[in-house]
């Protein structure tokens, strides 16, 4: 679902880029936040399998919302299109949301540990097995759902009026979570339920909350120090805890300059899917969606944590080069901030290639020879002078408004003024000539890129007769010599067929390629024995960077989740003790809701106009926070926590052993009494 979420609140719900990035991190970062909570559920309450299927119910609730909130005819009253009341499908998408990020949170993190728990001890080979086979699942339903997702939306459904299928991208993900849902319910009676024995986060929470207040009580100096701040809950709490929550603690706080990376990574789904919407998608016969482009990282990551595993590694290895674990998180960042120095260099080029619309207190004005002889316009005052050849048409000049006061256009011995200029707007001025005057006229142009690389096409009649004009299964109605028809929105990449009807007979053509996200003016210019004789101006260019560059930075993040995800959590894994991986899982999962927090903080705080700048800044911000990492690695002391574990085991036992001494000494003086 995330695949398209961007999109539908961009053109679904009409919100600009900044907003729909704001409200897409919001949700990513509430869906990293509530695994917390369906930690806190499974461990202290319903247990896992029970938790598995309330928090699912609420999922696919949410997801039916989304669907409904995404139905175009729930309130298009009129007809025409478009939603009468936006705010009811606002609300809806936010309410659908926040089930979603309920549902999915919540289960995060007992899926996994559920399916663990069907094993026993001895057998760690079928565990291990069944956690690569889940990771794999994971990654194939979000590659299948990547590639789907936008298919489904791309498609064209309503009952009124035909608009991009939302309804259907968000309905088919929640009919299979109810059929998933169903599937694992068959199940119960196979599976084995362990029963919740309180959940450790707490028991960590409440031994960090004490030695803080103990410490607070006795932080007079007539009390001695001790050794670590949280020695100060040993009143309370056993050593083993307190030995425990250290070494937790020490990786948490290595977690603290994660969040930056994940701040990056989860633009793929928003920022980078917009990028990919102003791009070129035609791969020849294979017309690429924008959200598709984020299918680029789960078929990298399939390929690149095999290659990193049996290529990269030992290669570094034979070189005789310690890569610990740490050195290979700061590499990941490293790479995170190139990938957003690619993702800044195409979009330079990206924006060398968009229109330049004219400023407040500007107009721009085209001039389109509609006739057989040559014209010179003089732009008044003695601000410039063009002169256009037949049916040729010069491109948009730039003039501030209040110094364009008119225009003086000949051709030959014939002359004519024009006064009827629009100001602070785009324009075309066609200009016929005929045997004893100069016939003019202006129509406004489009102000704005067309977006998901659709085509705006309108037609000027050139003939001396009112017309019809029909391109594909869209009708432009009647119109009048040298008038504009209105603009109508064509899908990008294809050909359509034009067809023009007069008084006295029939013309057709098929156009031409128009690429996508162009505008362009078709001026019908002659209509004989059944062929049609077209000429087209552009007036917004196509888009000419392909979406295929957007691979590279693809592929650099992609190496770089590879090295710092993978890596950090095997890492935590190996520095945590045995009872606290949960504890640490949660503490990964919330580097990644911080991370989301960030880009609404950054991207509201920057107030950039460019969008290459904000990336530019992103990597910045990165790189900075990867050197603070690497200082922070560099002084850390990895540790065993099986060796520690041990080493308080024989502790307890020596301790349990002194107990039985003094007690039957205790017990051997009570007898001789």
Same mark, same amino acid.
């Given at each position: 679902?995330?695949?398209?979420? %961007? ?9 600009? /880029? ?23 559920? #499974? ?12 928090? @699912? ?5 949410? !997801? ?26 606002? #609300? ?61 939306r791309a498609q064209e459904c309503g009952i009124h009026s035909k ?113 990919? =919407?102003?791009? /070129? ?9 924008? /959200? ?15 290659? %990193?595993?049996? &290529? ?51 107009? +721009? ?16 005052? !003695?601000?410039?002078?063009?002169t256009v050849t037949s049916m040729e048409s010069t491109s948009y ?19 004519? =003024? ?17 045997? *004893? ?5 202006? @129509? ?55 067809? &023009? ?8 053509? *098929? ?23 077209? %000429? ?13 560059? +957007? ?24 520095? #945590? ?21 960030? &880009? ?38 990895? &540790? ?5 574990? #041990?080493?308080? /085991? ?24």
């Amino acid at each position: 679902m995330r695949a398209v979420l %961007v999109l539908y609140f961009k053109y679904f719900l009409q919100w600009d /880029d900044n907003l729909s990035t704001a409200i897409y991190h919001t949700f990513v970062a509430l869906c990293y936040l509530t695994p917390i909570l369906g930690a806190l559920i #499974a461990d202290s309450w319903l247990g896992k399998f029970k938790t598995i299927i309330s928090l @699912s119910i609420v999922y696919t609730i949410g !997801q039916a919302v989304m669907a409904v909130s995404s139905i175009n005819d729930l309130t298009d009253h009129n007809r025409d299109g478009s939603p009468d009341t936006l705010t009811v499908h606002i #609300a809806l998408s936010m309410v659908g949301l926040i089930l979603i990020a309920l549902g999915t949170g919540g289960i995060k993190p007992c899926v996994s540990a559920f399916g663990g728990d069907q094993f026993e001890d001895d057998q760690e080979k079928q565990r291990s097995r069944f956690f690569s086979i889940f990771y794999l699942s994971i990654n194939a339903g979000s590659l299948l759902s990547t590639i789907i997702t936008p298919i489904l939306r791309a498609q064209e459904c309503g009952i009124h009026s035909k608009q991009r299928c939302y309804p259907l991208a968000f309905g088919v993900p929640a009919a299979l979570m109810a059929i998933s849902l169903v599937v694992f319910i068959i199940g119960s009676s196979m599976y084995k339920k362990v029963q919740p024995q309180g959940n450790i986060m707490i028991q960590v929470s409440k031994c960090i909350g004490f030695a803080i207040k103990n410490r607070f009580r006795h932080r007079s100096k007539a009390f001695p120090k001790r050794e670590h701040w949280l020695d100060w809950a040993s009143e309370k709490y056993d050593k083993r805890l307190i030995a425990q929550t250290k070494m937790v603690l020490k990786v948490l706080f290595l977690y603290i300059p994660l969040p930056m990376f994940w701040a990056l990574f989860d633009q793929q789904g928003s920022r980078w899917t917009l990028q990919a =919407t102003t791009m /070129d998608g035609n791969f020849g016969s294979i017309q690429i969606q924008p /959200d598709q482009m984020q299918t680029v990282n789960p078929i990298l990551i399939v390929i690149m944590v095999l290659v %990193v595993d049996a &290529v990269v590694y030992p290669l570094i290895k034979k070189c005789k080069i310690n890569f610990t674990p740490l050195r290979k998180i700061t590499v990941g960042m490293f790479l995170a901030a190139l990938a957003f120095v690619a993702a800044a260099l195409v979009q330079v080029q990206i924006d060398k290639t968009l229109p330049v619309f004219p400023a407040a207190g500007q107009s +721009q004005i085209k001039i389109i020879n509609l006739g057989t002889d040559s014209v010179t316009v003089q732009f008044e005052p !003695q601000l410039k002078n063009v002169t256009v050849t037949s049916m040729e048409s010069t491109s948009y000049m730039t003039f501030e408004t209040s110094q364009l006061t008119s225009l003086k256009i000949s051709s030959g011995e014939k002359a004519t =003024t024009f006064n009827g200029m629009l100001g602070g707007n785009r324009a075309t001025l066609g200009i016929r000539t005929n045997a *004893t005057n100069i016939d003019v006229k202006l @129509s406004e142009d489009a102000m704005s890129k067309p977006e998901e690389g659709n085509n705006l096409i309108r037609f000027i009649n050139n003939l001396p007769d009112t017309i019809n004009v029909t391109m594909g299964d869209t009708s432009f109605g009647a119109l009048t010599s040298l008038s504009a028809s209105n603009y109508s929105l064509f899908p990008g990449g294809r050909k359509d067929q034009i067809t &023009v009807l007069t008084n006295s007979m029939s013309c057709s053509a *098929t156009s031409k390629a128009l690429g996508f996200g162009s505008a362009y003016t078709i001026v019908i210019n002659k209509c004989s024995g059944g062929i049609l004789d077209t %000429v087209y101006s552009e007036d917004i260019p196509p888009n000419t960077v392909h979406m295929a560059w +957007q691979i590279p930075q693809y592929f650099i993040l992609t190496c770089a989740e590879v090295v710092f995800s993978v890596t950090g959590l095997e890492f935590s894994y190996s520095q #945590a003790p045995s009872n606290m991986k949960a504890v640490l899982q949660a503490g990964w999962l919330l580097t990644v809701a911080v991370g989301n927090i960030i &880009v609404l903080i950054v991207a509201g705080a920057s107030k950039l106009s460019e969008q290459w700048a904000e990336y530019v800044l992103f990597a910045a911000l990165l790189l900075a926070v990867c050197i603070i990492f690497a200082v922070m690695a560099y002084f850390y002391t990895y &540790v065993d926590p099986n060796e520690i574990e #041990a080493q308080l /085991d024989e502790e307890e036992k020596k301790q349990v052993k002194k107990d039985q001494d003094v007690n039957e000494k205790n017990s051997e003086a009570d007898s001789q009494m």
